[in-house]
């Protein structure tokens, strides 16, 4: 069975940073890309980051280039996402998800599978 679970959520004050961890089990995690996604409160679930499984660079959404950062440590089935300059905004549940990525290069929009989410909150 697979599991994806979310680490590092908290509260933390306008300009600050925040790293999440998304670690995985249940699943040959190099053949997965892992994208992050986030909803704010009344809002749609955005996506906003996509890393393949063997790359080493993610691609990101506008709204958080240059100020999120994402690496995978494959060794050790793990996602980081290190979040710099945080604005209120940014504050909604993260979730880390899973999409096949062999053959067909993943984007990450049709994700397999689902972590269940980690808190940010944002102060301003």
């Known amino acids: 069975q697979v599991h994806l679970v979310e680490s590092g959520g908290g509260l933390v004050e306008s300009g600050g940073s925040l790293r999440l961890s998304c670690s995985a089990s249940?699943?040959?995690?190099?053949?997965?890309?892992i994208g992050w996604f986030r909803q704010a409160p009344g809002k749609e679930r955005e996506g906003f980051s996509c890393?393949?499984?063997?790359?080493?660079?993610?691609n990101y959404a506008v709204s958080v280039e240059g100020r999120f950062t994402v690496s995978r440590d494959n060794a050790e089935n793990t996602v980081y996402l290190q979040m710099n300059d945080l604005k209120p905004d940014d504050t909604g549940v993260y979730y880390c998800a899973a999409e096949w990525d062999v053959v067909v290069k993943s984007s990450c929009s049709s994700p397999d599978y689902w972590g269940q989410g980690t808190q940010v909150t944002v102060s301003s």
């Open positions: 249940g699943l040959t995690f190099d053949d997965y890309a």
């Open positions: 890393i393949g499984g063997t790359d080493t660079v993610a």
